[in-house]
């Protein structure tokens, strides 16, 4: 028994050993977003409609796990998991999962870092600074729900900074498992035998980015396979964009705006369009920011045209802790339906005007 004992102690203080060597940390972390939202025509009879969205007020609600271990050499082991949910309902996001907004293991060193699992793709990062009202209830996620969506399953993604340049690249051997559609769940979960171009994303990104300007150009097409929404039902279909965005800083006032040209091959047909953003910042107060932004997304020989305009006013209570209130409207031409809520509803056609007022706190 002495003996056993001994044999135990000795393991056991091996271990510590081992762990006090290798130093590392795990950081908990989250963002509570919610807000209530009044907008006018959200049906075809022109009703209007009072709610506490979902999906999100000035950011989505979400908790994680983020750590990071010394490997020695200037080598990290690096890692994220992160979950998205409802404020409202306490539901979660992309389709259920557990982790639906990161899930990835990685390695970092002093070219960049190399990560393993479900990530942001280089879409999400390219309009990070030029994006002036960010993932808001009213902003260009209206317009393309993709955007604040930007992430891909199965992937090996690079990121790598060298002075002002950074560059990016993420290959996915299945874009999305869930089944639930939309944007954020195409259903294409690819990894299929045969077929090596089934349900593969490529994203690529290059900035340039001095923090007092900045430019970024990316690079993003996914292919779809059997039973993938959005029509894109064959490997030889496929929803492509490219992003070109800018921002400066004049004194306090930034600005930020780019363009987005989207292309589309799929059983519905094709699809051609542009979406065009341009947005500005400024602190009135030190604790009170101004923001707004105006956009317009054109589809190429079609009348179904939309158009918005936004304003927001936050006022930061503390650091982690603000109010803010919005405005909006989205002009909607032709059979267009898009709702000035992001994932809301709109009559076809129909202007829709909208208010909010919410409250976020950073943990």
Known sequence: ????????????????????????????????????????????????????????????????????????????AIFALESGFGVDTGVAGQGGRLFGRQSWVGLKGRYGSVMLGRQMNMSFWATQKSDIMGPALFSISSLDLYLPNARSDNAIGYLGTFSDVTVGATYSLGRDTSAAGGPAAT??????????????????????????????????????????????????????????????????????????????????????SQLLYFGAAWPVAPALVLDGQVAKLAVKDSPNDATLATARLTYHLSKRTAIYGAIGRMDNDGAAAVALDAGGTVGAGRTQNGVMAGVRHFF
Do not use: W
Not at 188 to 207: P, S
Not at 244 to 268: C, E, H, N, V, W
């Open 1 to 76: 028994m002495k003996k056993t004992k001994a044999i135990t102690m000795a393991l056991l203080g091996a271990c510590a050993c081992s762990t006090a060597y290798a130093q590392g940390s795990v950081t908990l972390y989250g963002v509570l977003d919610s807000s209530l939202a009044y907008t006018t025509n959200a049906n075809a009879a022109g009703d209007s409609v009072t709610k506490m969205p979902t999906l999100t007020g000035s950011l989505p609600s979400r908790f994680g796990f983020k750590g990071v271990e010394d490997l020695g050499g200037g080598l990290q």
């Open 187 to 272: 259903g294409c979960a690819g990894e299929v035998a045969g077929n090596a171009k089934a349900c593969r994303q490529i994203t690529a990104l290059l900035g340039y980015d001095t923090g007092r300007y900045g430019a970024t150009a990316s690079y993003d097409i996914l292919y779809g396979n059997v039973g993938a929404a959005n029509g894109l039902t064959s490997s030889r279909h496929f929803d492509r964009r490219v992003i070109a965005s800018a921002y400066a800083m004049l004194g306090q006032l930034k600005l930020g705006g780019g363009i987005i040209d989207r292309t589309i091959r799929a059983t519905t047909g094709p699809v051609d």
